[in-house]
């Protein structure tokens, strides 16, 4: 069994920072990609940032320049580092990972139960 468990959400004034935190835990042979999405009222679900197992990032756009993600492979841990939060970042932000639990067993997309960002004043 594996499970995400993310962290950090809260209710943040525009212009504030915020961290989120994903820990992935159980029988974990590799994990892979590493990410982000958010799903925000009445819209689709939508990727904010990915990093790969090698280092590389990908953030959307609306997020550039604004949003950092980082893992440490060590605690099987991913971040979100947010700052200049806007009202439209307002969203259920989820952890997602691509995950190999043993050699002989394909990865597999796992995901967190979400977190409450709420960028209000």
């Known amino acids: 069994q594996v499970q995400l468990v993310e962290s950090g959400g809260g209710l943040v004034q525009p212009g504030g920072s915020l961290r989120l935190s994903c820990v992935a835990s159980?029988?974990?042979?590799?994990?892979?990609?590493m990410g982000w999405y958010r799903r925000a009222p009445g819209k689709e679900r939508e990727l904010v940032a990915l990093?790969?197992?090698?280092?590389?990032?990908y953030y959307a756009d609306s997020v550039k320049g604004r949003f950092t993600i980082s893992r440490d492979n060590a605690k099987n841990t991913v971040y979100l580092q947010m700052n200049s939060l806007k009202p439209e970042d307002t969203a259920v932000y989820y952890c997602?990972?691509?995950?190999?639990?043993?050699?002989?067993?394909?990865?597999?997309?796992?995901w967190g139960q979400g977190t409450q960002v709420t960028v209000s004043s």
């Open positions: 997602n990972a691509r995950i190999r639990r043993n050699i002989y067993i394909t990865e597999n997309d796992y």
């Open positions: 159980g029988i974990i042979f590799s994990i892979n990609n």
């Open positions: 990093i790969i197992s090698d280092g590389s990032t």
